[in-house]
């Protein structure tokens, strides 16, 4: 149904019930997890290195790092700038009229230039309050107290020279990512850093979905012997540069250079390296589906903490007092070297290859991906995190009311301790009438297939309330698409995701926004996504079902159309393990071993064709019960006799055989009961049988007679 559209200023009207092109999604479950990857969390396209997994060609050249000394977490400061924040100067050590201003909150610096500082990396990343522009600097320091003052200061930032450094100052979060400002490599402040809440909710089910950043000791890295000033083959492929004390790398290895992605190889497991703790198993699956870069080094030569190596895994700032709160340790292993974590830095360090054919043209080894990454998400501040603050104008969304600027004081962010995901959500509501439309030009986009998500709640009763998307197929209005906003609770269970899919983008841009009007009702909104989608996503079509003996436990499904597969399992709920199979097909079936053959465990499975996704619910994979037969009837006979079988757990028997003869009809009756017909050449002897839970034999024998003659 088409309906005549109003226009102000090229704005659509915010008070019509839109009804063209809505696609609306049934209402789900609050706890569905978010579809695509919100761009500031995890930055970069599908083609980063920091998003590209290891493949299936992957070639793992052996490496001697030495003993392990201990782990020092490089901390990373990454800042959303907010312009209503105030302005500070960003300048050169020792040349003040080098400086760059930027939006930076009260309250929030970096440590004192001239004091101790945690590494003398120090990389920092400012995210433009347009959203998409990245500034990088390193090392960024608070001033020495001559400048502004101690609490007031400037920041300050080497730019090398002063000029090729400000070649990172603007970059893409949309972009490849590969380029950035950590000094020994020229590699990204931002792109591979472990983020707040991605090592610190205590969950392995919750993988770290990209490449991380680490950082060695000097003596480490590769220097050739014969040609002592060639720089070029200190570092590789991402890197550009390394260390301007590269005269110091006293590695031999000339596949351990600057810019090297390690990676754990894939005959490594949990198990065969002992890990125990939540951080080193999340750690190990992040090393061994993405990799680490090495972007910088850690230590200079001859230092050796507890008699080893020290290896600097890189962290948003802020990391290590969630992870010291979560598991009750520090982040840093210092001289403690006797705990799990320890232990199991140390495992994971010693099991560290390079992955040899990283190269621009085959990331990761090329191959078939080990794991499936989710699409990125081109809404700018999706979460309403990025302003950090109960903000009247969210950083990326504009306002529009054709009542006019009076109304843009009906949405606003604000923190009610219920957001769907983080700490805020954007709010339309005003005691009095009002007319309210927050939205978004997003530029850039490739053309294709897109899919509109967000997570809602509304008291219900506004004159209108949609989530829409516009501008798709023609620059100045074109097609419109629509799904209402419907009436819910207020509390954090609350949340109704709802969607629109097939926006069909043919002219590069798309415009996404709500329409709130109404007085004295209210409207919130969480969690907003914008991703490139197929025309049919992946969907589970049966199963799945699991068939267990000894061991072992084979899980098969069927999907609708070919996708990926991973199975996530352990002996309780929060699972714990993950098996996966890169191969792209519809009927799926992974086999776990090394199972106790006692113990009860727990699964689900997940598919994905690289954009969509559909998982399973946790279902329960019971031990095999050994099988016993009680008894048997007639006693005796010929052959060809049907003969029944009593007993308990014969549910899935694989044969039954009379003297070691195996029957050609078996029929199951019930997990007490079978039938199974006396096989010719049968002789006289115990009856057996085998089900997944072992094999058992009858106490008495069972006597074949000879036919009966006419």
Same mark, same amino acid.
């Given at each position: ?5 109003y226009r102000n200023n090229g704005r659509i009207s915010a008070t019509l019930p839109y009804a063209l092109g809505a696609m609306v999604l049934a209402l789900t479950s609050p706890a569905s997890a978010q579809l695509s990857r919100d761009p500031w969390y995890q930055p970069f396209s599908a083609n980063s290195i920091w998003n590209t997994p290891i493949g299936s060609s992957a070639t793992y050249t ?15 400061? *990454? ?35 001239? /004091? ?17 522009? *990245? ?23 080497? @730019? ?9 100052? %603007?970059?893409? /979060? ?13 590699? +990204? ?34 220097? +050739? ?11 590789? @492929? ?51 589906d993405f990799g680490g870069y090495i972007v910088d080094t850690s230590a200079g030569n001859n230092f050796r903490p507890n008699g080893g190596h020290r290896m600097n895994i890189c962290f948003e700032n802020g990391v290590e007092t969630d992870f010291q709160n979560t598991y009750g340790y520090s982040l840093d292993t210092g001289s403690n070297t006797t705990n799990s974590w320890y232990n199991d ?13 990283? !190269? ?11 794991? %499936? =990454? ?17 903000? %009247?104008?969210?950083?990326?969304? !504009? ?6 600027? &009076? ?8 923190? *009610? ?5 983080? #700490? ?64 819910t609770g207020s509390g954090s269970g609350d949340w109704r995701q709802i969607t629109i899919s097939n926006i069909k983008i043919t002219d590069g841009q798309c415009e996404i926004g709500f329409q709130a009007a109404g007085s004295g009702v209210w409207m919130r909104v969480d969690n907003v996504e914008l991703y490139q989608s197929k025309a049919t996503p992946v969907s589970i079509t049966s199963g ?8 072992? %436990?084979?899980?098969? @499904? ?26 792209? =097909?519809?009927?799926? #079936? ?34 095999? *019960? ?9 006693? +005796?006979?010929?052959? &060809? ?9 014969? !549910?899935?028997?694989? @044969? ?27 002789? !006289? ?15 008495? +024998? ?9």
């Amino acid at each position: 149904m088409t309906q005549k559209q109003y226009r102000n200023n090229g704005r659509i009207s915010a008070t019509l019930p839109y009804a063209l092109g809505a696609m609306v999604l049934a209402l789900t479950s609050p706890a569905s997890a978010q579809l695509s990857r919100d761009p500031w969390y995890q930055p970069f396209s599908a083609n980063s290195i920091w998003n590209t997994p290891i493949g299936s060609s992957a070639t793992y050249t052996t490496i001697t790092l030495g003993t392990f000394g201990d782990m020092l977490h490089d901390q990373e400061y *990454l800042i959303v700038e907010n312009p209503n924040d105030p302005i500070r100067k960003i300048a050169q050590p020792g040349n003040p009229s080098a400086y760059f201003n930027i939006h930076v909150a009260d309250g929030w610096y970096p440590e004192p230039y001239l /004091l101790p500082y945690h590494t003398p990396n120090n990389c920092a990343a400012f995210l433009e309050n347009d959203g998409i522009s *990245l500034y990088q600097f390193t090392p960024l320091r608070r001033d020495d107290g001559n400048g502004n003052g101690y609490t007031t200061g400037d920041l300050q930032a080497f @730019w090398y020279n002063g000029t090729d450094g400000p070649a990172f100052l %603007s970059t893409n /979060l949309f972009g490849d990512g590969n380029g950035g400002e950590h000094a020994g490599s020229q590699l +990204s402040c931002l792109g591979g850093d472990i983020r707040k809440g991605e090592f610190t909710d205590n969950n392995v089910n919750n993988p770290i979905k990209h490449a991380v950043k680490l950082e060695l000791d000097w003596d480490q890295l590769y220097r +050739s012997t014969t040609d002592t000033t060639n720089r070029s083959q200190t570092f590789r @492929w991402p890197a550009t540069t390394s260390d301007n004390g590269y005269a110091g790398y006293a590695g031999t290895n000339s596949a351990l250079r600057m810019g090297s992605l390690l990676a754990v190889p894939t005959t490594a497991t949990e198990t065969s390296l002992a890990l125990q703790t939540v951080p080193g198993k999340k750690l190990f699956h992040a090393l061994q589906d993405f990799g680490g870069y090495i972007v910088d080094t850690s230590a200079g030569n001859n230092f050796r903490p507890n008699g080893g190596h020290r290896m600097n895994i890189c962290f948003e700032n802020g990391v290590e007092t969630d992870f010291q709160n979560t598991y009750g340790y520090s982040l840093d292993t210092g001289s403690n070297t006797t705990n799990s974590w320890y232990n199991d830095l140390k495992a994971i360090y010693g099991a560290l290859k390079v992955v040899d054919n990283n !190269t621009a043209s085959t990331i990761g080894g090329g191959g078939t991906p080990r794991v %499936s =990454v989710r699409p990125l998400n081109y809404a700018v501040n999706p979460s309403f995190e990025y302003d950090q603050s109960s903000a %009247s104008t969210p950083i990326g969304w !504009t306002k529009y009311s054709p009542n006019g600027s &009076g109304d843009y004081n009906a949405c606003y962010l604000e923190n *009610l301790g219920v957001a769907h995901g983080g #700490s805020y959500q954007m709010t339309c509501y005003r005691a009095t009438s009002f007319s309210i439309q927050p939205y978004q030009q997003i530029h850039n986009l490739a053309n294709g297939n897109y899919m509109l998500t967000a997570w809602v709640q509304s008291s219900g009763g506004l004159s209108t309330a949609n989530m829409y998307a516009w501008r798709f197929t023609d620059p100045n209005g074109g097609t419109l698409q629509t799904a209402p906003i419907p009436s819910t609770g207020s509390g954090s269970g609350d949340w109704r995701q709802i969607t629109i899919s097939n926006i069909k983008i043919t002219d590069g841009q798309c415009e996404i926004g709500f329409q709130a009007a109404g007085s004295g009702v209210w409207m919130r909104v969480d969690n907003v996504e914008l991703y490139q989608s197929k025309a049919t996503p992946v969907s589970i079509t049966s199963g799945p079902t699991a068939t267990r003996s000894g061991t072992t %436990s084979t899980i098969t @499904w069927t999907t609708n159309i070919p996708s990926k597969s991973e199975a996530y399992y352990g002996t309780t709920p929060s699972l714990g393990k993950t098996l996966s199979s890169a191969t792209s =097909v519809t009927s799926h #079936s992974i086999t776990l071993t090394g199972l106790s053959a006692t113990a009860t465990y727990y699964y689900k499975i997940i598919s994905t064709d690289g954009i969509t996704s559909a998982a399973s619910d946790i279902r329960i994979l019971a031990p095999a *019960l050994a099988p016993t037969i009680v008894s048997f009837t007639p006693a +005796s006979g010929p052959v &060809g006799t049907s003969v029944t079988i009593t007993g308990t757990n014969l !549910t899935g028997v694989s @044969w039954v055989k009379f003297n070691g003869t195996v029957s050609k009809s078996v029929t199951p009756v019930s997990p007490t009961s079978l039938k199974a017909v006396v096989p010719v050449a049968a002789t !006289t002897g115990k009856i057996s049988l085998m089900t997944s839970g072992g094999i058992a034999s009858s106490a008495s +024998s069972f006597t074949v007679t000879a036919a009966a003659t006419k």
